[in-house]
């Protein structure tokens, strides 16, 4: 008997129709705004992780006709300072977007410096403007990773409408504001963590389970529902022999395919969503700010 395995939702696939979507909207706006989007990218440190994102970022701008304003910083680089380049980015008619790549180093607060982003160029939606708007399910731009989720399930026509959806991972990024976008699609949400008690249960009663904890291959077959949508948030570097590395999710693939009826490949899956939804965002503000 042939072994059913999981259909993939392709969000490298989804990502590159976005990104030729969004090239034709701006070849239509240039013309009557007089210049390109503009997206700022704000690095502080040599992370080889964020190093890698920026230049992803700034390669998909280029893509599709956004210009890049790429700030990098020393690690040592102080606070105010960081604020002050903000606060001249929020003025600069040319920036609809300020994205702060993070982590950042120890001694800096991201929270504090996220605030000083003007919140209509805010294209990570992690403002607490943004996130509040959100909340009461008004016109805001919206976190990255959580919207490119959403917008898997609506190119693959997923229903979500009575579904129990668990979120496994609670943080400002992606656990939080993706459970609020599920329950706004009308699903029955749990956000579930690390001190959560009988997850496995609550886990194998789930019709879509998102894992976005950061545990390489946490989700394991048992855990999943036969049928259900799994959606492996996690990106988790596993050293191989001779100093190599691999990509694994927070999702074991490999025994998970068997069991679901739809799973996000690692990478491939959320991952390109993530930019594209940046990308969508800054050419949203372009417009926003092009208009008025």
């Given at each position: 008997?042939?072994?059913?395995?999981?259909?993939?939702?392709?969000?490298?696939?989804l990502?590159?129709?976005i990104?030729?979507?969004?090239?034709?909207a701006?070849?239509q706006?240039?013309?009557?705004?007089?210049?390109?989007?503009?997206?700022?990218?704000l690095?502080?440190g040599?992370?080889?992780?964020?190093a890698?994102?920026?230049a992803?970022?700034?390669?998909?701008?280029?893509?599709?006709?956004?210009a890049?304003?790429?700030?990098?910083?020393?690690?040592?680089?102080?606070?105010?300072?960081?604020?002050?380049?903000?606060?001249?980015l929020?003025?600069?008619?040319?920036?609809?977007g300020?994205?702060?790549?993070?982590?950042?180093?120890?001694h800096?607060?991201?929270?504090?410096i996220?605030h000083?982003i003007?919140?209509e160029?805010?294209?990570d939606?992690?403002?607490?403007?943004n996130?509040?708007?959100?909340?009461?399910?008004?016109?805001?731009?919206?976190?990255?990773?959580?919207?490119?989720?959403?917008?898997?399930f609506?190119?693959?026509?997923?229903s979500?409408q009575?579904?129990?959806?668990?979120?496994?991972g609670?943080?400002?990024?992606?656990?939080?504001?993706l459970?609020?976008?599920l329950?706004?699609?009308?699903?029955?949400?749990t956000?579930?963590?690390?001190?959560?008690?009988?997850l496995?249960t609550m886990?194998?009663?789930a019709d879509?389970l998102?894992?976005?904890?950061?545990?390489?291959?946490?989700?394991?077959?048992?855990?999943?529902k036969?049928?259900?949508?799994?959606?492996?948030?996690?990106?988790n570097?596993?050293?191989v022999?001779?100093?190599?590395?691999?990509?694994?999710?927070?999702?074991d693939?490999?025994?998970?395919?068997?069991?679901?009826?739809?799973?996000?490949?690692?990478?491939?899956?959320?991952?390109?969503?993530?930019?594209?939804?940046?990308?969508?965002?800054?050419?949203?503000?372009?417009?926003?700010?092009?208009?008025?």
């Amino acid at each position: 008997m042939e072994t059913k395995t999981a259909q993939l939702l392709d969000g490298k696939a989804l990502a590159t129709a976005i990104h030729y979507e969004l090239l034709q909207a701006i070849a239509q706006l240039q013309p009557q705004i007089g210049r390109p989007p503009g997206l700022a990218v704000l690095m502080v440190g040599d992370n080889p992780a964020s190093a890698a994102y920026v230049a992803g970022k700034e390669k998909a701008c280029a893509k599709v006709g956004i210009a890049s304003f790429g700030k990098h910083f020393t690690t040592e680089t102080s606070q105010e300072e960081i604020i002050e380049v903000i606060q001249q980015l929020n003025q600069d008619e040319k920036v609809d977007g300020i994205l702060v790549q993070l982590p950042l180093p120890k001694h800096l607060d991201s929270v504090a410096i996220l605030h000083h982003i003007a919140p209509e160029k805010d294209v990570d939606g992690l403002h607490p403007v943004n996130l509040g708007k959100l909340v009461r399910q008004e016109t805001g731009l919206r976190s990255c990773t959580p919207a490119g989720v959403m917008r898997l399930f609506q190119e693959y026509d997923i229903s979500l409408q009575g579904k129990k959806a668990l979120v496994v991972g609670r943080s400002i990024l992606v656990g939080k504001p993706l459970g609020l976008m599920l329950l706004e699609a009308d699903a029955t949400v749990t956000i579930a963590h690390s001190r959560s008690k009988n997850l496995p249960t609550m886990a194998q009663s789930a019709d879509i389970l998102i894992a976005a904890v950061g545990r390489p291959e946490f989700i394991t077959a048992e855990m999943v529902k036969p049928g259900a949508v799994v959606v492996d948030v996690g990106i988790n570097r596993i050293p191989v022999s001779n100093g190599k590395s691999r990509l694994v999710g927070d999702v074991d693939f490999a025994s998970v395919e068997k069991v679901a009826h739809f799973l996000t490949p690692v990478p491939g899956g959320v991952g390109p969503m993530t930019v594209a939804m940046l990308l969508q965002n800054t050419v949203s503000s372009y417009q926003q700010r092009g208009s008025n």
